[in-house]
């Protein structure tokens, strides 16, 4: 690596290619995390994948405790499109353990504020998260498939863009 060719501006993903949508997502990573004065909450990294069965990038998403009906309802969304059987008292700690892994649909789009552009979870739609079956196709992941370029191994590709993106919403 050389110093003299690194950016000199932070600079962000180009997301022009990106439309706002459902996405199958594969969860990568559930971590514990802690916020002064609140409860821990869980950092979920999703895989975002294309229809193809390629990884595209990803995207961060908090589930947290709260006493709010939308962090509540956005829990309850999540554990149901994980598929999981939960009844009564949990921790986010023990859910962390057992969410890697699974597959399900989430509504992705671009969010545009005073730092840049970034993919985030769609909270608007009703079911946020959807339970995967294997079978669903998107009309978003169509157009990221097809703009994924073949590599010369045929063993997957990456997409034009790859987001890392963290959407860690200090509302909660």
């Known amino acids: 690596m050389n110093f003299d060719n690194l950016a000199d501006k932070k600079g962000s993903a180009d997301l022009s290619n990106f439309e706002n949508g459902q996405y199958h997502v594969k969860i990568e990573a559930a971590d514990m995390k802690p916020k002064a004065g609140k409860p821990d909450y869980m950092n979920v990294r999703f895989g975002i994948i294309s229809d193809n069965g390629a990884r595209i990038g990803s995207v961060f998403d908090i589930i947290a405790e709260s006493d709010h009906a939308l962090p509540q309802y956005k829990a309850r969304k999540f554990i149901e499109a994980c598929q999981l059987d939960l009844h009564g008292e949990f921790s986010l700690k023990d859910l962390a353990k057992l969410v890697v892994n699974k597959?399900?649909?989430?509504?992705?789009?671009?969010?545009?504020?005073?730092?840049?552009?970034?993919?985030?979870?769609?909270?608007?739609p009703d079911d946020i998260y959807l339970p995967y079956s294997g079978q669903q196709a998107t009309a978003a992941?169509?157009?990221?498939?097809?703009q994924t370029p073949a590599p010369a191994d045929g063993q997957g590709g990456e997409a034009p863009f790859t987001p890392h993106i963290n959407t860690a919403d200090e509302n909660y």
């Open 103 to 124: 597959e399900m649909l989430v509504y992705l789009k671009v969010q545009t504020d005073e730092y840049g552009s970034r993919i985030v979870v769609d909270v608007a």
């Open 141 to 146: 992941n169509l157009t990221a498939a097809a």
